[in-house]
């Protein structure tokens, strides 16, 4: 007998991959983000990490000529990616791979731009900045989302969902401090708005979780699952004034 009751994981996955994008974001806030960005029109090479179903690799695509490569953990997500750039007649120069961003085979000083919206907190920003930093031609340029206070007034309850979802928040300043460290001349910051949350993510997500719970009812996992992603909703609504995804837009030196 097979065993129906999926892991978190198969439900983050099989939730996810149907939608637009995985996390807070808009193409106007890739677009703001690319606008600090010199170069774009001579480009030859961009790395999307934790690309997911390739949301923002699509609006790079229209804006930068040059290869562009996607690489998330799940063969789910980056065959979502493959889908939508075949469909645009893009499969020539954007691509998704499965592979993880702590470990890169690409050859080193090749890269001109390290795009990562919404996943570098899980894997670590001070470390993925030093890391990716060799990879990048001198003078390239990495542009990051990242979960961050925007004011010292922390609340322990935010404090302990993005610490169990494994990634504890910093500060603004905090985390320029530490992209100046790693090497970048910080090129800009800015909170990405509201909407990115509740319109073009947790909307999508919610309609999906109809989906989900419709598909496994009674199912304890899927129930946890939905409430813990509401619980997150709720959080967001109750102090999304005082915590938001920054993009941080940071030039090698
Ligand atoms: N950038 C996409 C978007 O905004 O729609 C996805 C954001 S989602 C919140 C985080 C993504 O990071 C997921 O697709 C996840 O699979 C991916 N991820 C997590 N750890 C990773 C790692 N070590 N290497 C590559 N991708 C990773």
Same mark, same amino acid.
């Given at each position: 007998?097979?065993?129906?009751?999926?892991?978190?994981?198969?439900?983050? &996955?099989?939730?996810?991959?149907?939608?637009?994008?995985?996390?807070?974001?808009?193409?106007?806030?890739?677009?703001?983000?690319?606008?600090?960005?010199?170069?774009?029109?001579?480009?030859?090479?961009?790395?999307?990490?934790?690309?997911?179903?390739?949301?923002?690799?699509?609006?790079?695509?229209?804006? &930068?000529?040059?290869?562009?490569?996607?690489?998330?953990?799940?063969?789910?997500?980056?065959?979502?990616?493959?889908?939508?750039?075949?469909?645009?007649?893009?499969?020539?120069?954007?691509?998704?791979?499965?592979?993880?961003?702590?470990?890169?085979?690409?050859?080193?000083?090749?890269?001109?731009?390290?795009?990562?919206?919404?996943? &570098?907190?899980?894997?670590?920003?001070?470390?993925?900045?030093?890391?990716?930093?060799?990879?990048?031609?001198?003078?390239?340029?990495?542009?990051?989302?990242?979960?961050?206070?925007?004011?010292?007034?922390?609340?322990?309850?935010?404090?302990?969902?993005?610490?169990?979802?494994?990634?504890?928040?910093?500060?603004?300043?905090?985390?320029?401090?530490?992209?100046?460290?790693?090497?970048?001349?910080?090129?800009?910051?800015?909170?990405?708005?509201?909407?990115?949350?509740?319109?073009?993510?947790?909307?999508?997500?919610?309609?999906?979780?109809?989906?989900?719970?419709?598909?496994?009812?009674?199912?304890?996992?899927?129930?946890?699952? &939905?409430?813990?992603?509401?619980?997150?909703?709720?959080?967001?609504?109750?102090?999304?004034?005082?915590?938001?995804?920054?993009?941080?837009?940071?030039?090698?030196?």
């Amino acid at each position: 007998m097979t065993d129906q009751t999926p892991s978190m994981l198969d439900l983050v &996955i099989e939730l996810h991959k149907l939608l637009d994008r995985l996390g807070p974001g808009s193409v106007e806030s890739t677009n703001r983000a690319l606008d600090f960005v010199e170069g774009l029109g001579s480009m030859e090479r961009v790395l999307d990490l934790g690309c997911g179903t390739g949301a923002q690799t699509m609006t790079l695509a229209e804006r &930068i000529s040059g290869s562009i490569t996607g690489i998330d953990l799940f063969s789910d997500f980056v065959d979502e990616l493959n889908a939508r750039a075949e469909k645009r007649g893009l499969s020539n120069r954007v691509r998704g791979v499965q592979g993880s961003m702590d470990k890169l085979d690409v050859e080193l000083e090749s890269v001109d731009l390290i795009w990562c919206e919404g996943a &570098i907190d899980g894997v670590g920003f001070e470390e993925m900045l030093g890391y990716w930093s060799s990879f990048l031609k001198p003078h390239g340029y990495v542009a990051v989302t990242c979960p961050s206070w925007l004011t010292d007034n922390r609340v322990a309850e935010v404090d302990d969902f993005w610490t169990q979802a494994g990634s504890g928040l910093d500060t603004v300043a905090q985390n320029v401090d530490v992209l100046q460290k790693a090497g970048y001349v910080p090129v800009s910051t800015f909170v990405l708005p509201k909407e990115c949350w509740t319109e073009n993510y947790f909307a999508p997500r919610r309609a999906a979780e109809a989906n989900l719970a419709a598909k496994y009812p009674g199912n304890e996992t899927v129930a946890e699952f &939905i409430a813990g992603n509401h619980y997150e909703e709720e959080l967001f609504a109750a102090y999304g004034n005082l915590y938001g995804y920054v993009f941080y837009i940071g030039k090698k030196l």
